[in-house]
């Protein structure tokens, strides 16, 4: 267990709402990234956090915005929901050093209806 | 577009028998090599990590390193029914780059 959690764990939405998924750690790891999961796609890096207020994006950004005010927490929004945003969603977090290790919180399963 | 390629699978073994996985990948700067291994609808944990040639041993797994062919794989010994998950291989390129690129995973099913 990593002190990582995820929330919601669940959350049903309607097209073109905001949503806003968060990720909490209680380690005060460096390194937190939000990940999404699709069957036939596997794992796919959406944007990540090197620090408080440094965040880059990653290869599926579009649609995604993300803010760390805090260490502790990362999050993930969405601000105008869309069908193809139905995933599962999840936060890993890599701890400061060279192993490059990460580790992933519960997730969240979002459904954009 | 640096890649991470695995077996779709599925990859089925009897019980007791030897599982094993492939993973490679196309970026020859990559450093660090990771094994996890994702139950159905839970989240991977992360179970081997290799970063030099040769073989790394932790209990009846073992990771395989070979930079010069671009190739890592995991071997499962005495297979059980509770290694039925799918493995998901993922490598980082190092120094100042902490991402990780997934491979879409293997599904491992071991029989009784």
């Known amino acids: 267990d990593a002190g990582i959690t995820q929330s919601p764990r669940h959350k049903v939405t309607e097209t073109g709402t905001p949503v806003t998924l968060r990720c909490h750690q209680t380690e005060n790891h460096r390194y937190m990234y939000w990940y999404r999961q699709d069957p036939g796609h596997g794992l796919r890096l959406i944007h990540y956090?090197?620090?408080?207020?440094?965040?880059d994006k990653g290869e599926v950004s579009d649609g995604y915005s993300v803010s760390r005010s805090k260490t502790e927490d990362f999050l993930l929004t969405l601000e105008s929901a869309t069908s193809s945003q139905t995933s599962v969603y999840f936060c890993a977090i890599s701890p400061s050093g060279l192993s490059y290790e990460q580790y992933f919180g519960p997730g969240t399963r979002l459904t954009v209806t | 577009q640096k890649e991470v390629e695995q077996n779709s699978g599925p990859l089925s073994v009897p019980e007791g028998a030897i599982a094993s996985l492939n993973c490679t990948y196309s970026?020859?700067?990559?450093?660090?090599f990771f094994w996890y291994r994702q139950y159905s609808g839970k989240s991977p944990e992360l179970i081997m990590s290799?970063?030099?040639?040769g073989d790394k041993e932790d209990g009846r797994f073992t990771a395989q390193l070979n930079k010069a062919s671009q190739y890592v794989s995991l071997l499962i010994r005495d297979s059980q029914p509770s290694d039925s998950a799918t493995y998901l291989c993922a490598v980082n390129r190092g120094g100042s780059n902490y991402k990780l690129t997934f491979g879409k995973g293997t599904l491992l099913t071991v029989n009784p």
């Open positions: 290799i970063y030099s040639n």
């Open positions: 970026d020859r700067v990559s450093q660090s």
């Open positions: 956090s090197y620090g408080v207020k440094d965040t």
